[in-house]
């Protein structure tokens, strides 16, 4: 098997929400929303084989406020707008960085979001929670062009902020 479809059961307080797989870019790479109490996790995993190794599954993770999940799509919106729209002024590739239930996000235009095609893509800052990784620098996520709105990540995540603004996350 390719891709690992599900994590191990999450810990009692923690519910899988959503759940993409990246079948355009990278087969068996998914993205799995985690709710807990008022926070958002999206994990990121997928198994991978070194040509002269061993399986094994890759994950990274990014937290937020769940209240990122209307906010990303609004500021998605405001930067495919025009300048003269009230869009982004040219030049500027990423939104000031604002306050979502107390922690600072910021959203960026990436020029190469990372896959083999090289599509432009999206990246996401929490720059209030250092990454699990590195931790001199802020937790980031990023998706594609073709991932966001051929891959349906962007029709989940709308999905995700419609039942989260009614209560019904």
């Known amino acids: 098997m390719d891709g690992l479809k599900s994590l191990p059961s999450p810990p009692a307080g923690i519910e899988l929400i959503a759940q993409v797989e ?3 870019n990278y087969p068996g790479r998914y993205y799995s929303f985690f709710k807990q109490d008022k926070y958002l996790s999206i994990c990121r995993h997928r198994m991978i084989k070194p040509k002269n190794g061993a399986k094994f599954q890759t994950t990274s993770q990014f937290d937020a406020p769940l209240e990122i999940l209307p906010w990303f799509i609004h500021k998605l919106n405001f930067f495919r707008l025009m300048p003269h729209e009230g869009g982004l002024p040219h030049g500027k590739i990423m939104t000031d960085e604002g306050a979502v239930a107390k922690e600072q996000l910021a959203l960026c235009r990436l ?19 250092a990454d699990r990784k590195a931790p001199s620098t ?22 995700l902020a419609e039942k989260y603004q009614h209560n019904n996350l």
């Open 111 to 129: 020029a190469n979001a990372g896959n083999d095609s090289g599509d432009a893509g999206y990246q996401i800052n929490n720059l209030s929670r």
């Open 22 to 24: 990246d079948l355009i």
């Open 138 to 159: 802020s937790q980031e996520i990023s998706f594609s062009d073709s991932l966001l709105f051929d891959g349906g990540l962007l029709a989940t995540w709308s999905a």
